[in-house]
């Protein structure tokens, strides 16, 4: 079936320095590939999602390049803000009928000053 | 922007108990779905629909029933609460394109 994988459960890094959050995924179909954020209290929110004309999508300063070759989706921002602290999650959905949208277990992202 | 309005906020239940967590949508979206949130599982599928009358079973549904009776409300009932269902659980109503969540219950089962 379907699946997100995040290998990393905790980022610490000093705010300035890049940000790089890994995603890759297993689908049998093409699937589209999201980024949600949730800051500390809050509900989940879209962040960016992959477009089907292999545009990279960016928000807030932070962009993700879909791999097909490698089934990647890492979130990138080139300099790391106190206020990109939160909980991040890859989501992915499939053209398998149900549409529904698949988690990965999320990534906790700490910028320190 | 959507809105998606959850009830109660904080909930403390006894085990074997019923609980139920209501959700209310304004934006006639006809999806809506029922995620749970614990650390190292990240956001897990209970329950889904598609409207009114529909619901259907997502990854983890065991333990748990679901009702749309309108296209405004979703809920999410426990029959017989366990101190396993101990978790923040998140209603969302939208697109798998753009899911919109409410601000979630936080649900303890002693």
């Known amino acids: 079936g379907d699946s997100v994988t995040q290998t990393e459960g905790l980022v610490t890094l000093t705010e300035g320095l890049p940000v790089m959050l890994n995603c890759t995924y297993q689908?049998?179909?093409?699937?589209?590939l999201f980024w949600y954020v949730q800051h500390l209290n809050e509900a989940p929110k879209l962040l960016l999602k992959?477009?089907?004309?292999?545009k990279r999508p960016e928000h807030q300063g932070f962009h993700a390049t879909l791999h097909k070759s490698s089934s990647s989706f890492h979130l990138q921002k080139s300099s790391a803000q106190l206020s990109d602290s939160a909980l991040y999650y890859c989501?992915?959905?499939?053209?398998?009928?149900?549409?529904?949208?698949?988690f990965g277990s999320g990534t906790q992202l700490t910028v320190m000053p | 922007e959507a809105a998606v309005t959850q009830s109660p906020r904080n909930k403390v239940a006894v085990t074997g108990g019923k609980v139920t967590l209501s959700c209310n949508q304004t934006?006639?979206?006809?999806?809506m779905y029922w995620y749970r949130q614990d650390t190292g599982h990240g956001l897990r599928l209970i329950h889904y629909?598609?409207?009114?009358?529909?619901?259907e079973k997502g990854d983890i549904p065991d333990g748990y029933k679901a009702s749309r009776p309108s296209q405004e409300n979703f809920s999410l009932i426990l029959e017989l609460a366990t101190p396993s269902q101990t978790s923040v659980y998140f209603c969302?109503?939208?697109?798998?394109?753009?899911?919109?969540f409410g601000s979630g219950t936080r649900l303890t089962v002693l």
């Open positions: 934006n006639n979206h006809n999806n």
């Open positions: 992959s477009f089907t004309d292999n």
């Open positions: 629909s598609y409207g009114a009358g529909s619901t």
């Open positions: 969302a109503s939208g697109t798998p394109e753009t899911l919109y």
């Open positions: 989501a992915l959905s499939a053209a398998s009928g149900s549409w529904q949208l698949i």
């Open positions: 689908s049998t179909y093409s699937p589209f």
